[in-house]
């Protein structure tokens, strides 16, 4: 069975979800993420990046990622997949986001 690892940034985080199925979606220039997989939380110790991961994705069945914020996707072993987690970005780190707006409707073009 083959899982993936998609890793990709949202609101100046960078977000790390696990799913069974990704693949180029329906809507132009999105990646679609579907069957979202969360690691079952058996010991008394939580992450609670994971814990809000899940909560925010809980009730989602498939979701749409904008390819520009896909950092990268890996397909891994079954038993290589961890937890999700979300990562503050410091300023010292080497992930820059790609530019939100490439074009500005309030600039008129100049003639």
Same mark, same amino acid.
């Given at each position: 069975?083959?899982?993936?690892?998609? =890793? !990709?940034?949202?609101?100046?985080?960078?977000?790390? @979800?696990?799913?069974?199925?990704?693949?180029?979606?329906?809507?132009?220039? !999105?990646?679609?993420?579907?069957?979202?997989?969360?690691?079952?939380?058996?010991? =008394?110790?939580?992450?609670?990046?994971?814990?809000?991961?899940?909560?925010? !994705?809980?009730?989602?069945?498939?979701?749409?990622?904008?390819?520009?914020?896909?950092?990268?996707?890996?397909? =891994?072993?079954?038993?290589?997949?961890?937890?999700?987690? @979300? @990562?503050? @970005?410091?300023?010292?780190?080497?992930?820059?986001?790609?530019?939100?707006?490439? !074009?500005?409707?309030?600039?008129?073009?100049?003639?």
């Amino acid at each position: 069975m083959r899982i993936y690892k998609v =890793v !990709f940034l949202n609101q100046g985080k960078v977000y790390e @979800i696990f799913a069974r199925t990704v693949r180029q979606g329906e809507l132009y220039g !999105f990646v679609e993420i579907e069957d979202l997989i969360f690691q079952e939380t058996s010991s =008394v110790v939580v992450d609670p990046s994971a814990e809000k991961l899940k909560e925010e !994705f809980s009730g989602v069945h498939r979701t749409r990622i904008p390819i520009h914020a896909v950092i990268r996707i890996d397909e =891994v072993e079954k038993k290589e997949h961890g937890p999700g987690k @979300i @990562i503050e @970005i410091d300023s010292n780190s080497n992930i820059t986001p790609f530019p939100n707006h490439l !074009f500005d409707p309030k600039k008129t073009p100049e003639k």
